[in-house]
């Protein structure tokens, strides 16, 4: 399916240089851009309606149920409804850094998608893909911090604050727990893990069980979901970092959330499931995509939130001394084997 869509795309980019010359490439990019956008909407609406109707299945209620025929229209209507509120800016704010940081938070997350496989078609392929995903993903949390600075309420302050002591720590975590993989693997380029798996015959799950435990904890951290959503604890903060947030720069906040969910998604079938060069192959790609989206939601809607106190204890104290075990064995097997 991804390659014929690399044909379509290919055979489009030559017929936009045929007919706009050398202008033709700058509206091919800009036309592409654009296409992936829309994609990024149509997964994050599909994400949002399933997140309420599992959700509320869970909880024992129906979810939305009047907007379109079961609901399915619900989250069209809230987008437009986000888009069509005022802006309001708070007394104090500054205004310039403020309209920027979710913007920032929507580009970094948008960029990613450029490194991270779909399927078998990438938009950029480097032998670094990984490592840049990650460094991409990483400034997400410092547009977190300057938004809530800039907001000039104690609530996004708080929510902001938040977010930097727990980056500190999840970072930590994911990187570690992704060295073990780079180190079984011999490759930063996610396409290349994947090829690993897919000639070893076995998924990395089977051999890093711990590093997948791990990432999921510093995965659903790095999404902001519930129990580690500290950064809005609406039980606390109210909306946390976003609390001044409201119409369309709300929504960006929420498109941006879900980018970096199926960023997270992705990478979590493509590292630790053979991604599509497996069996199942593209179809299966989806499909496992669409089963960790599932299991995010249904991790938000079972599991307890966290005090900060207690996620940073367990972080520090616990699963990073735990992820650098893994990392110290995993270079210990490997030495053994290669010594063998």
Known sequence: MTQWLAQVGEAFRAATLSTFGA?????????????????????????????????????????????????????????????????????????????????????????????????????????????????????SPVAVLVGSWASNSKYSTLGGLRSAAMTMAYEVLLAVAIASIILTTHSFSIIEIVRWQADAGVWLVFVQPFAFALFIIAAVASVERNPMDLTEAESELVSGWKTEYGGAYFSITLLAEYVKLLITVILISSLFFGGWADFAGEIGFAVKVFIFTALMIYIRATAMRLRIDQLLHDLWTRLIPLAFLNFIVTFGVLAALGGA
């Open 23 to 139: 202008s033709g490439e700058v509206i091919f990019l800009i036309i592409v851009a654009i296409a992936v956008f829309l994609m990024f909407a149509l997964y994050a609406m599909s994400a949002g309606l399933l997140e309420r109707k599992l959700i509320g299945r869970v909880h024992s209620r129906i979810g939305p149920m009047y907007t379109g025929p079961g609901g399915v229209l619900q989250t069209v209507a809230d987008a437009l409804k986000l888009l069509r509120k005022e802006i309001i800016y708070p007394v104090g704010s500054d205004r310039a850094v403020f309209t920027l940081a979710p913007v920032i938070m929507f580009l970094t997350a948008y960029m990613s998608v450029l490194f991270v496989p779909l399927g078998s078609f990438i938009i950029i392929d480097s032998q670094y893909s990984l490592l840049i995903v990650l460094a991409l993903l990483s400034l």
